[in-house]
């Protein structure tokens, strides 16, 4: 395994892994027997992924990166709960990892049916409630409803990141949570 990377240089390796995969380059790294054998007895992942469970969205494929590589956290709308940021904290503390990037993406689901004002029972009365904040922001905004809010939402749940890691690693080398934003339409990662 390689050693440990700083921020800056795990956020250079998701970009340059992001353009490998936007030009159809993708060489698909670590993902071998040798790999999987090598990872048995532990992981080493060089960035956190909170990113929507959309199934168009794998973190894995849009960043060009293999077996233990990313620690990646899955749900709805990208969004955040105790087991989501349990999880963050979990791999920020343990695997000390120095880079967390909050994924939202254009065209997301969650986010629709969010602004469709329709009735929600159950959980899904969780979900919508921590999305309608960046709605409202993006309701003031011209463009596309959906995807600013989706790019507002990733901005507001960095923020909740950064005020919920382990004091004193936020924005130094040590630790940094920037928010991301991919178009289905041409497979680019924008970083906010």
């Known amino acids: 395994m390689e050693g440990r990377l700083n921020s800056d240089q795990a956020l ?12 159809s380059r993708s060489t698909h790294p670590n993902q071998t027997r ?3 054998i090598e990872l048995k007895n532990g992981q080493n ?3 956190v992924i909170l990113g929507c469970s959309d199934s168009r969205v794998p973190p894995e494929v849009i960043f060009d ?3 233990g590589d990313l620690f990646v956290v899955r749900v709805a709308g990208n969004i955040t709960g105790g087991n989501v940021l349990a999880s963050i904290e979990y791999a920020v503390t343990h695997l000390d990892i120095s880079l967390v990037v909050v994924l939202g993406h254009s065209d997301c689901g969650a986010i629709k049916s969010c602004a469709s004002n329709a009735h929600f029972e159950g959980n899904l009365h969780d ?10 922001k993006a309701r003031k905004m011209p463009g596309d409803l959906i ?3 989706a790019k507002i939402n990733a901005k507001m ?9 382990p004091s004193g690693r936020v924005d130094t080398e040590a630790l940094k949570v920037v928010a991301a934003y991919y178009d289905l339409d041409n497979g680019n990662v924008e970083f906010l």
Do not use: H, T
């Open 45 to 47: 992942p060089f960035a």
């Open 147 to 149: 995807n600013n809010a």
């Open 127 to 136: 979900l919508v409630s921590k999305l309608e904040p960046a709605l409202e």
């Open 65 to 67: 990166q293999g077996l």
């Open 34 to 36: 040798e790999r999987r």
């Open 157 to 165: 749940v960095a923020e909740i990141l950064s005020s919920s890691v």
């Open 12 to 23: 250079k390796k998701l970009m340059d892994g992001n353009k490998r995969y936007i030009s």
